[in-house]
């Protein structure tokens, strides 16, 4: 196909990413139509809650017979135009808007979506602040805490500025960066950030060993332990090691004076679901392991009021509904498929049977994280398009 000419006269609104979040999280009706080319479309959309429709109408369809394209645009709802850049879903919105739709387009298209975080905070409190930096495209959740001017930041994301900013708001240094353990759904931030700020960076050493090639880490970093603890400020961090999804995956505890409990739980445990074991390519092996932690040692160390907070969600109503993705234990214990399945072989049989495909992006990934290749920023982004629903 020759190049096509987008320049008609148009004046569609544009909807910010933090404007087109706003009402994912509101739930508000809302019609997005997608038009890059199914191919992309496979691979990742937009994701919401139920009022949330989504259609696959390529660009080049009103290209080629505008009126046959429109005619397959059934909502009547507010649309909103997704591309790949935002020049054709310009151009689709201009159409749309020429024939009486209520139609705006996304600023920066699927790029932008899939790198917009959300920055809120989720508790405020004497001790200080447990902030939440999201990144909602891909599912990535993680967390800055606070406590009398220092601030530890668990799981960081790739793209330091927003922690650089939380932390200056909240009028503090990083002097602690942790990760719960060597990510495979997207690229860690953590090494990097420790390289920024000469805070140390830690993790535990059954994770610093590809499982794949058994190659060791080449970055640096502090080994974690069992049972080791921080002192943030008035907060106390106790690190738990929680193996299964990876058999270095370790979760934070955190007691505020209060006696209040925060559990960063990575992807050991999710709100409503849990962290595959079979990403080191021993599902069998590792899922009698995560049983383990799930059943013995987490009662052990929690109780119905400790809050949990994981580094993954799988859509938008986690939570509390309002893009807070944390719960209380008990409420988590209810919720949460794998909670379901209490005896042993119950639940080793629940989840070798319901393992989804293995994104083969991972294992390179992975590879990131330890140091093992560096890639540039455009093979950085290509890593981690499309959303990681099960990491
Ligand atoms: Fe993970």
């Known amino acids: 196909m020759t190049s096509i000419d987008f320049s008609i006269e148009v004046d569609v609104p544009a909807q910010t990413n933090v404007d087109f979040y706003n009402s994912l999280l509101q739930n508000q009706p809302v019609h997005v139509l997608d038009v890059r080319n199914p191919d992309a479309f496979q691979r990742g959309t937009i994701e919401g809650k139920s009022n949330l429709t989504v259609q696959n109408l390529p660009y080049y369809d009103f290209v080629e017979d505008a009126d046959a394209a429109v005619a397959q645009v059934s909502s009547d709802r507010d649309i909103v135009v997704v591309c790949a850049k935002a020049q054709s879903s310009q151009f689709v919105a201009g159409i749309l808007q020429e024939r009486g739709y209520r139609v705006s387009y996304l600023e920066g298209g699927m790029p932008s979506w899939g790198n917009f975080y959300d ?4 508790l405020e409190a004497p001790f200080g602040q447990i902030i939440q930096v999201a990144r909602p495209a891909r599912g990535d959740v993680s967390f800055v805490l606070v406590s009398d001017g220092q601030a530890a930041v668990i799981d960081p994301l790739r793209h330091l500025a927003y922690y650089r900013d939380a932390v200056a708001q909240a009028n503090a240094n990083i002097t602690l960066i942790l990760d719960t353990h060597a990510h495979a759904d997207h690229i860690s931030g953590g090494p990097a950030l420790a390289a920024e700020t000469d805070a140390p960076y830690y993790l535990h050493p059954y994770d610093a060993i590809h499982p794949m090639d058994m190659l060791p880490a080449q970055m640096p970093y502090q080994a974690l332990t069992d049972g080791q603890r921080f002192q943030l400020g008035q907060l106390t961090i106790e690190t738990i090691w929680f193996p299964g999804h990876t058999l270095g995956q370790v979760n934070f505890l955190v007691t505020a004076p209060d006696q209040s409990t925060y559990l960063f739980t990575g992807d050991g445990l999710f709100l409503e679901s849990f962290g595959r074991p079979d990403l080191g390519g021993k599902g069998e092996t590792w899922t009698p392991v995560l049983y383990q932690s799930l059943f013995q040692r987490l009662p ?39 909670m379901q399945h209490g005896t042993r072989e119950d639940f080793i049989t629940f989840v070798l049977n319901n393992l989804p495909v293995f994104p083969p992006q991972y294992i390179e990934i992975k590879r990131v994280n330890l140091g093992l290749f560096i890639p540039d920023e455009e093979k950085a982004s290509e890593l981690e398009i499309g959303k990681t629903s099960v990491p």
């Open 119 to 122: 920055v809120r905070p989720l």
């Open 300 to 338: 052990a160390m929690i109780n119905d009021q400790t809050w949990i907070l994981p580094s993954h969600i799988s859509h938008l109503d986690e939570g509390d509904g309002e893009g807070r993705f944390f719960a209380p234990y008990g409420q988590v214990r209810r919720n949460n498929a794998a």
